[in-house]
């Protein structure tokens, strides 16, 4: 009976992976106004609560239709509270089962919904502002508009504005560190 016997082969080592040249990667801790956080939670609620303000307040008096900047205010600020409603649905569904929302595709989407929200609550905050002082200060036609609402609405706009810049830029921050 022939049998072969076993041969030794010499083995080479395998390649060096970035961990071991540069040591394990440490995830960056969760840094509250993140996704998944109670801070993120509570500015996602901030954003909503502002935003909801300023639509009311504005939609509550009868000539916002009048110019389109309030008009556009009610559009943007309506899309911001949809937004924001569903991304502290978002973290507070990643603070009941405690899992960290660090994904990338999932940061990519809050920074890009974020980025483009925000950009549309502060051009149409700016343009009704811009109209607000036209009606108040250039025209003296306060008595026949709706002057105070006009102007809470557009603070309310931009006090949620103001609310969604930390968000975006922790997200923006967050992405480019990956």
């Not at 010499?10 to 993140?34: F, S």
């Not at 009704?128 to 036209?134: D, F, K, P, R, Y």
Request: proline share 4%; net charge positive.
């Amino acid at each position: 009976m022939s049998v072969s016997r076993p041969a030794v082969h010499p083995v080479e080592a395998p390649p060096l992976t970035e961990a071991a040249v540069h040591g394990p990667r440490v995830r960056m801790k969760d840094v509250q106004g993140m996704p998944g956080t109670k801070g993120g939670l509570f500015l996602r609620l901030s954003q909503f609560v502002f935003a909801i303000i300023s639509v009311s307040v504005m939609a509550t008096t009868s000539d916002f239709r009048s110019a389109t900047a309030f008009s556009y205010l009610v559009l943007a600020v309506g899309l911001q509270s949809l937004w924001s409603l569903s991304l502290a649905f978002v973290d507070i569904y990643a603070l009941l089962v405690k899992r960290s929302l660090r994904n990338y595709r999932a940061i990519r989407l809050f920074t890009i919904g974020d980025g483009i929200t925000s950009t549309l609550t502060f051009a149409a905050a700016c343009a009704s502002a811009g109209i607000t002082v036209l009606i108040g200060n250039d025209l003296d036609k306060c008595a026949l508009n709706h002057c105070t609402g006009f102007e809470t609405a557009t603070a309310m706009a931009f006090i949620s504005w103001f609310a969604i810049s930390p968000s975006f830029l922790m997200n923006f921050w967050s992405l480019a560190s990956h």
